[in-house]
């Protein structure tokens, strides 16, 4: 059964933190994406990477940090620096097959007390 | 900037009435054009897409959108819904060649029974 898995559903830490959010795809997707989203804001894009060892900034970028070693996992680093972590987390993965339609995974909702 | 605007924040409607939800971009060049729905508990996933063609399209479960280029606009359209069409709407745009997304800041509709 193919798709787009995040782990783990529901994550807490302590301000100051460091902490990943994990993505993996078994779509055979080269591209893959990580969006925030947060009410009244829609889905405001993190980073994207459109192949291995590579990957482009988003719109909000600052207090992030990704990696894209291999083309099914592309995991989310929210550091200390990122001033207003607490958010929920999606991640996605595009099908150049299907006229670039984003397929997305279920979410990390990520709370820092 | 490149933008998507959603009009409609929020939208309450009964069964069987006529949807229609605004979406509005800021972009000259060429677009692709996406409608996602966000049910609730549920991943986000694609209710339809504009690539090229026909300008009106048709996607799942009875909707569908009509992109006119001249009023940079793809407003999502259903003409009589039902309970099960409670959810969060997002439009949004990929410019050619960039692969990045940009989305609205969502429209919640809910279907009173």
């Known amino acids: 059964d193919g798709g787009i898995t995040q782990s783990p559903k529901y994550l807490f830490r302590k301000e100051g933190q460091n902490v990943t959010l994990s993505c993996e795809q078994n779509?055979?997707?080269?591209?893959m994406y990580w969006y925030r989203q947060d009410p009244g804001q829609g889905l405001r894009l993190i980073y994207y990477?459109?192949?291995?060892?590579?990957?482009q900034k988003g719109d909000i970028a600052e207090g992030y940090s990704v990696s894209r070693e291999k083309k099914e996992s592309f995991p989310l680093t929210v550091t200390s620096a990122q001033k207003n972590p607490t958010a929920f987390y999606l991640c996605?993965?595009?099908?150049?097959?299907?006229?670039?339609?984003?397929?997305f995974g279920p979410g990390t909702r990520l709370t820092v007390l | 900037a490149q933008s998507v605007s959603q009009h409609n924040h929020h939208v309450i409607l009964s069964e069987a009435a006529s949807l229609e939800l605004g979406c509005n971009y800021s972009?000259?060049?060429?677009?692709?054009l996406f409608w996602y729905v966000q049910y609730p508990g549920q991943h986000l996933q694609l209710l339809l897409k504009?690539?090229?063609?026909?300008?009106l399209v048709k996607g799942i479960k009875g909707f569908e959108a009509e992109f006119i280029k001249s009023k940079f606009s793809f407003n999502l359209r259903k003409p009589s819904v039902q309970w099960s069409d409670t959810a969060e709407y997002f439009c949004?745009?990929?410019?050619?060649?960039?692969?990045?997304?940009?989305f609205g800041t969502g429209t919640r509709l809910k279907v009173l029974a």
């Open positions: 990477s459109q192949i291995v060892n590579d990957f």
């Open positions: 996605a993965s595009r099908d150049r097959g299907r006229e670039d339609t984003q397929y």
């Open positions: 504009y690539f090229s063609g026909d300008p």
């Open positions: 779509l055979n997707h080269d591209a």
């Open positions: 972009y000259g060049g060429t677009v692709n």
């Open positions: 949004a745009v990929m410019t050619s060649g960039t692969y990045k997304y940009i």
